[in-house]
Structures are given as C-alpha cells and as structure tokens.
C-alpha cells in the first residue's frame, strides 16, 4: 500500500512536472538553447580529441628509422648490425629491404612519371639495400641516433641516416594542437555550463515566483515539501532532455555537411571522414551520454533554485 503511494505520488510529480514545461516552454526557450550549445561543444570536444589521437597513432605508426646499407655490406655484417638494432631499448622491430625490393618499391611510387623510370632502367640498380627500423617511441629517437653515429656503423651506411624529420615535426604540430583544443574545450565546457546553470536557476525562479500563490496553497493542503519541488526539477531535466536532441540532430547536420563539401580538401589536423564515422558508430552512446549530461544540469540547477527560493515554511 505505501508502495503504491509512492508510485502515484511520483507519477504526478512526473506529470505535473511535463505540464509545467508546456507551460513555461517560452520561458524556457534560452535555457533549453543554451544547453544544446553547451552539450554541442562537449560532443565536438569528445569527437574531436578521438579525431586526434587517430591522427596521431596513424602517422606515428609510418615512423621509422632508415639505415642505407653499401653494397659491399656482407651477409654476416647486415645480420650483426640487425642483432644490435633490435637489442637498443626504443627498437621495436628491424625490417630488411634489398635493392630489388627498393627499385620495386621506386618503380611502383613513380608509375605515372615514365621519364624517372626511364632513367633508372638505362642504369644498374643505382638503389641500396636498407634497414627500416620501427621505433616504440617516435619522440625517443636518440638512443637509434647515437648508435647508428658510432664511426664502425658509418662505415656501412651508403647514405646520411633518415629519421623521417618530416613526419616528426607533423606529430609534434598535432600533439601540440590536441593539447590545445583540449584545454580549450575543457574551458569553453565549463564556462557554458555555469552559463547554463545560471539561466535555468533564473528561469525557475521566475517559474516560483509565478506561481507563488499556487505553492502556498498546496503547502497549506498539505502537500509534502518533495511533491512541491519535484515538478520544477523534472521540468529542467525535460530541458536537458529536449537540449540534446537538439545538440545531436545539430551535430549530425554539420556532419553531413562537412563530409560532402569537405572531406575532399586536405584539412591538416582534423579528419572529416574519421569523426563522422565515429560519430555514426556511436551514436547511441553518445546520446545517451547527452541525454545524461544535459539531465543531470538540468536537475542540479533546479535543485539549487527550489532550495534557495522555494521557502516553504513561510
């Protein structure tokens, strides 16, 4: 019996609380637009930052070491130098290409350029042997300089050592505007927030003050101080709510934008095709994560509004 009290009792805190958001909708309409802005920025953050660190592991994962052998290398010699790469701490494997896989390689790269490839086949393979060494950390590559410098390694090299400078640098500009956008993000989040905690709390003010009233009368029937606040605090989480469809049917708009006007453009740091892909992948989770976030602001900015202004034992 006391059970099912409670169940009704809920049932029309939850009715009365929907009630009120029809009611107060244009009221309403800045606060519920201020979280969709808000869980937009928090949905572009996440996107965003796994958009990055795909980049990232993508280019760090075509970084290596080069080491151009002569080719009077023997054997015995490319096989010692292979055994003392691979005991270097930051080595993660060694790999052997010959000169026939090298001028492959060459010929394959250079298929529509017939005068490169002209030239090379009026000659001896000019190309040499190489070792590709594949470091675990693309930003501790001292330990693989500082050996591949000793004057009896130089000796077997044909040429200077390639550290794949370029691709070094590329993750360095990335690692350093990931940094960015991320404390940026974490920033902007915060301050939209607190923003939109604001204009509800304002909002639910006006809302009880409106209402006055009403409230006395229902405290001096006996209404329960939980049956009073309820509604207001189901009505901001039907904000949070209506924000982030709102936020996730923007986002999803931009994406499909995005990904027929510039997926084709070289973009630098952030991959399009990527992010709309994740973004489609997880959907779901991302928005029930929304549908949450944007809930639980609702519900914490009402929360504080009815403590501080609903004074029902006056």
């Given at each position: 019996?006391?059970?099912?009290?409670?169940?009704?009792?809920?049932?029309?805190?939850?009715?009365?609380?929907?009630?009120n958001?029809?009611?107060?909708?244009?009221?309403?309409?800045?606060?519920?637009?201020?979280?969709?802005?808000?869980l937009?920025?928090?949905?572009?953050?996440?996107?965003?930052?796994?958009?990055?660190?795909?980049?990232?592991?993508?280019?760090?994962?075509?970084?290596?070491?080069?080491?151009?052998?002569?080719?009077?290398?023997?054997?015995?010699?490319?096989?010692?130098l292979?055994?003392?790469?691979?005991?270097?701490?930051?080595?993660?494997?060694?790999?052997?290409?010959?000169?026939?896989?090298?001028?492959?390689?060459?010929?394959?790269?250079?298929?529509?350029n017939?005068?490169?490839?002209?030239a090379?086949?009026?000659?001896?393979?000019?190309?040499?042997?190489?070792?590709?060494?594949?470091?675990?950390?693309?930003?501790?590559?001292?330990?693989?300089?500082?050996?591949?410098?000793?004057?009896?390694?130089?000796?077997?090299?044909?040429?200077?050592?390639?550290?794949s400078?370029d691709?070094?640098?590329?993750?360095?500009?990335?690692?350093?505007?990931?940094?960015?956008?991320?404390?940026?993000?974490?920033?902007?989040?915060?301050?939209?927030?607190?923003i939109?905690?604001?204009?509800?709390?304002?909002?639910?003010?006006?809302?009880?003050?409106?209402?006055?009233?009403?409230l006395?009368?229902?405290?001096?029937?006996?209404?329960?101080?939980?049956?009073?606040?309820?509604?207001?605090?189901?009505?901001?989480?039907?904000?949070?709510?209506?924000?982030?469809?709102?936020?996730?049917?923007?986002?999803?708009?931009?994406?499909?934008?995005?990904?027929?006007?510039?997926?084709?453009?070289?973009?630098?740091?952030?991959?399009?095709?990527?992010?709309?892909n994740?973004?489609?992948n997880?959907?779901?989770?991302?928005?029930?994560?929304?549908?949450?976030?944007?809930?639980?602001?609702?519900?914490?900015?009402s929360?504080?509004?009815?403590?501080?202004?609903?004074?029902?034992?006056?």
């Open positions: 019996m006391k059970f099912n009290r409670k169940a009704i009792t809920f049932e029309r805190i939850v009715k009365n609380g929907a009630v958001f029809w009611r107060n909708l244009y009221l309403s309409i800045a606060a519920i637009a201020m979280m969709a802005i808000t937009t920025i928090l949905l572009f953050a996440v996107v965003a930052n796994a958009t990055f660190s795909h980049t990232i592991a993508d280019i760090t994962s075509h970084i290596d070491v080069s080491v151009y052998l002569k080719d009077t290398v023997t054997d015995q010699q490319r096989s010692n292979i055994d003392q790469l691979k005991k270097i701490d930051n080595v993660k494997s060694v790999t052997y290409i010959s000169k026939v896989q090298a001028l492959k390689t060459y010929e394959a790269q250079n298929a529509n017939p005068d490169l490839l002209a090379i086949s009026q000659t001896d393979n000019p190309l040499p042997a190489s070792l590709s060494v594949k470091p675990d950390d693309p930003n501790n590559l001292q330990p693989i300089k500082d050996f591949l410098d000793r004057p009896a390694i130089q000796a077997l090299q044909s040429d200077p050592t390639s550290y400078g691709r070094k640098a590329a993750i360095d500009k990335i690692t350093s505007a990931t940094h960015f956008f991320q404390e940026a993000g974490v920033v902007g989040i915060i301050v939209f927030v607190l939109s905690m604001l204009i509800i709390f304002n909002t639910i003010r006006m809302a009880i003050f409106n209402r006055r009233d009403e006395i009368i229902m405290r001096l029937l006996g209404a329960s101080t939980a049956f009073i606040r309820g509604p207001f605090i189901v009505e901001t989480m039907l904000y949070g709510f209506v924000a982030a469809l709102f936020s996730l049917g923007a986002v999803a708009a931009l994406f499909a934008i995005a990904s027929q006007t510039l997926q084709a453009s070289s973009l630098g740091l952030l991959d399009i095709g990527y992010s709309s994740y973004f489609t997880r959907l779901w989770e991302i928005l029930t994560i929304q549908i949450l976030a944007g809930i639980l602001i609702g519900a914490a900015s929360a504080i509004a009815t403590r501080r202004y609903l004074k029902l034992n006056r």
